[in-house]
């Protein structure tokens, strides 16, 4: 008798469900729940389309900043090694020109002041 009174039971479940959803559909709340959904999916494949059709324009700006960088940097650099040429020079040439003077300089600062000798060796010992 149980086995009959499933059996009933989901028969009976079974076409109150089918009933419900064809019910539901012919509902004007339902059509338009369900219009409002497609057009949320519609926008949402559009704007996926539209952002990956965008992408090939993307990747073209990107390679044109990577180029443009890159033209950058060899300007940049050839104008570095000049001036980094130009100064390296400049200091060269500056101790060059005052060798004479440094030199002067540390002799004098070796040869010390003999006249003040013993003063300073007096200040030293007492």
């Known amino acids: 008798v149980s086995g009959r ?10 076409v109150l469900g089918i009933a419900l959803v064809l019910s539901g ?8 729940k ?8 519609k926008h ?8 990956d059709a ?7 700006q990107t390679v044109d900043l990577d180029r443009t960088l890159a033209e950058w940097r060899a300007e940049n650099l050839t104008r570095t090694c000049g001036l ?3 100064l390296h020079e400049r200091d ?4 060059k020109e005052e060798e004479p003077l440094r030199k002067a300089r540390i002799e004098a600062l070796l040869r010390g002041k003999p006249d003040e000798i013993d003063d300073t060796y007096a200040k030293m010992v007492y």
């Open 54 to 60: 965008a992408g090939v324009d993307r990747m073209r």
């Open 5 to 14: 009174t499933l059996n009933r039971s989901s028969i009976l479940a079974a």
């Open 84 to 86: 980094v040429r130009t």
């Open 25 to 32: 559909c012919s509902d004007p709340r339902f059509k338009q």
């Open 34 to 41: 369900q219009a409002i959904r497609d057009a949320r999916i």
């Open 44 to 51: 949402y494949l559009d704007d996926y389309a539209a952002h």
């Open 92 to 95: 060269v040439r500056r101790w």
